[in-house]
């Protein structure tokens, strides 16, 4: 049993863990978010799983290995890798046939998000079992949370291409979005993806967030010209895990403009420069100028 070691809220804390110790059945396959970093932010919800389970499915064993000894737990680990996933559901399955509680967990955060656990959860389904998500770390949302982004949807890109060409057309396609874009970039290619963003959208606000939860955890937001130029300057900018959460593009206000105004504003362009026309009409009608030579403009267009 886990003992919590403190004089505040021990006797709480007992009992919580001693619900979701109950709450664990078998022939459940429960998948386990880890921390990201902070070994603190395991929740009692998962060490009941990880203390209870008979069989845990690891993405590596060595990495989990040290995340149960941290907590003083053991466990019967196996490696559930991308390469390997299909072929050792046989095995989970065939461990929830007999009974047994099985947890699985990536390295670090929640498995199936760009980590082995999908094609796992949809083989042990297929099979008439349970799969139980346990709630947890998520780098996605802990950047998300921080990035100061008002949108209620966006869009989760995993790692970028490591192909130059293909990252540049991926990144082409997000120039006009109106949500916020999160993915994951490694240090040997954030220069690289910096370079080519700050091409096509430097203005863009940017927010990287660098080594979430742990020792040297870095939230830089500005322009993505400022967070490349801080990169450049700062070489430790470039160590670590890494999400960047592109916000969505500004949008162009549009003024409706009365049609007197318009009336006006296109006489007076036929007979002064467009920026004075504007100003003119601007002052008779207490339009936009902005508004008044953008509408001009577009109409001697059409």
Known sequence: MITVKSEYGNTL???????????????????????????????????????????????????TQQLLRAYGLTGRLISVREQN??????????????GEVVAQVSDAGTPAVCDPGARLAVRVREAGFKVVPVAGPSAVMA????????????????????KKGEREMRLQQWAEVEYPVVMFETPHRIAATLAQMAIL????????????????????CGTVAEIQSILLQDANQNRGEMVLVLHPAAKEKTVALAAESKRIMQILAQELPTKQAAALTAEICGESKKALYDWVIAHKKQ
């Open 143 to 162: 950047a998300l949370s921080v990035a100061g982004v008002t949108q209620s949807d966006f869009y989760f890109a995993g790692f970028l291409p490591a």
């Open 13 to 63: 804390m007992q009992v919580h863990y001693q619900k979701a110790t109950a709450s664990i059945v078998p022939q459940t396959l429960y998948v386990v978010a880890t921390p990201i970093g902070n070994l603190s932010d395991l929740s009692l919800h998962a060490l009941a799983v990880l203390a209870k389970a008979d069989l845990i499915c690891a993405e590596d064993t060595r990495v």
């Open 201 to 220: 959208y430097p203005q863009r606000r940017l927010m990287l967030a660098r080594e979430i939860s742990k020792t040297h955890e870095t939230y830089l």
């Open 85 to 98: 996933e299909q072929s050792m559901a046989d095995r989970v399955i065939a461990a929830l046939t007999a």
